[in-house]
């Protein structure tokens, strides 16, 4: 099957709009269960591949997701370049709510998560070059497609991964920044590195949905304007991803 381009879901965005001809793909894989089913169908004339990460209804916190599972499953129906929507929290003070980033570079601080194809009995270990962590291609392609779409979006950007699922503490966030880290989220890590092992082409498409703890003026994050601000700023990733379909 060939698909055009695959698209993880993150928080805010469960399925994709405006698939048409959509059929529903469950895939074993020796890894366990992606996070449900892949949904295939036509979008601009392109095939497209949606899989949303926490589940369709937000069920799989960002520690339990099974990374590995979900980037076996697109890459076994046959997606050879993706692109993560992850939803995130902006340390720099140019990266408030609703803004768009798509970032070049990635501290990773989560924990207990399997980071590896070859972390399984047995397997043939095997070391990346992840200097570069999101293919330098499709990120220019996206940062054209925002501007073609008339979306503004940042370009570049450390993308700080924590664990989850609670949010930062401010000393946690200020330690982030001084290490350079511009956002935070939960789920870049080790998606990122697990598309590279599979050799597939894979660029973050990150939407703030608030200040970092400390960044912003709020003593307090709130949640409900976390998902109002997220909302917001996913209605503009279908008109970003049909640009990207047409390059
Ligand atoms: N921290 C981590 N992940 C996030 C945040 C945040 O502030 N906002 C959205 N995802």
């Known amino acids: 099957m060939t698909i055009d381009l695959a698209v993880i879901g993150g928080s805010g965005l469960y399925n ?14 020796p890894f366990g269960a992606a996070s449900g089913d892949v949904v295939i169908g036509d979008f601009a004339g392109r095939r497209v591949a949606f899989l949303a990460r926490h589940g369709e209804s937000h069920t799989v916190p960002p520690h339990r ?69 999101y293919t330098e291609t499709l990120r220019r392609q996206l940062i054209e497609a925002a501007s073609s779409a008339g979306v503004a979006a940042i370009d570049g950007g450390c993308y700080g991964a924590t664990q989850g699922p609670r949010l930062e503490t401010r000393a946690e966030i200020a330690r982030m920044k001084r290490d350079g880290c511009d956002l935070v989220g939960m789920t ?7 598309a590279r092992e599979l050799e597939l082409d894979y660029a973050c498409l990150a939407l703030v949905a608030n200040f970092a703890a400390g960044c912003g003026d709020e003593a307090e994050i709130s949640i409900e304007e976390i998902f109002a601000h997220l909302a917001a700023a996913t209605a503009e990733v279908p008109r970003i991803l049909g640009a990207l379909l047409k390059t």
């Open 16 to 29: 994709f709009p405006g698939l048409e001809n959509a059929s529903r793909h469950s895939v074993d894989t």
């Open 188 to 194: 870049g890590m080790p998606e990122a590195v697990l």
């Open 65 to 133: 997701v099974n990374y590995r599972a979900n980037l076996w499953a697109l890459h076994s129906l046959g997606a050879r370049r993706v692109i993560g929507v992850n939803a995130v929290g902006g340390i720099r003070s140019d990266m408030g709510p609703r803004v768009i980033v798509v970032p070049d570079q990635i501290i990773d601080y989560t924990h207990g998560r399997y980071t590896s194809f070859c972390d399984v009995e047995g397997a043939e270990v095997r070391h990346i070059d992840f200097s570069e962590p």
